[in-house]
């Protein structure tokens, strides 16, 4: 099972970026697929952002434009650039593998907070 951990959230006024990063204990390329997560609060866990190891990418509409998710095959690591942040985009935010059915079969860490506030 891949194990992640996550990185680089924090405070950040509306419009504002932020990078999250993720590290992964296995190569990201021989995974077929990884992904950002978030969970807000009162809400359920969505997937936000996923690329392929063929390095095809896809959003959720509600992040669409805003967001860019990425990977560097040397560190072992999956970025989330987040722009143009809203108070919306609050949430826990969690990598894991993002396969088409499968979804998520990593274990879930404890990812890290993003908060969009004034």
């Known amino acids: 099972q891949v194990q992640l951990v996550e990185s680089g959230g924090g405070l950040v006024q509306p419009g504002g970026s932020l990078r999250l990063s993720c590290v992964a204990s296995?190569?990201?390329?021989?995974?077929?697929?990884m992904g950002w997560y978030r969970q807000a609060p009162g809400k359920q866990r969505e997937l936000v952002a996923r690329?392929?190891?063929?390095?095809?990418?896809n959003y959720a509409d509600s992040v669409k434009g805003r967001f860019t998710i990425s990977r560097d095959k040397t560190k072992n690591t999956v970025y989330l650039q987040m722009n143009s942040l809203k108070p919306e985009d609050t949430a826990v935010y969690y990598c894991?593998?993002?396969?088409?059915?499968?979804?998520?079969?990593?274990?879930w860490g404890q990812g890290t907070l993003v908060t969009v506030s004034s």
């Open positions: 894991n593998t993002a396969h088409e059915k499968a979804g998520a079969l990593g274990a």
């Open positions: 296995d190569s990201i390329f021989s995974i077929r697929a």
């Open positions: 690329i392929t190891s063929g390095g095809i990418t």
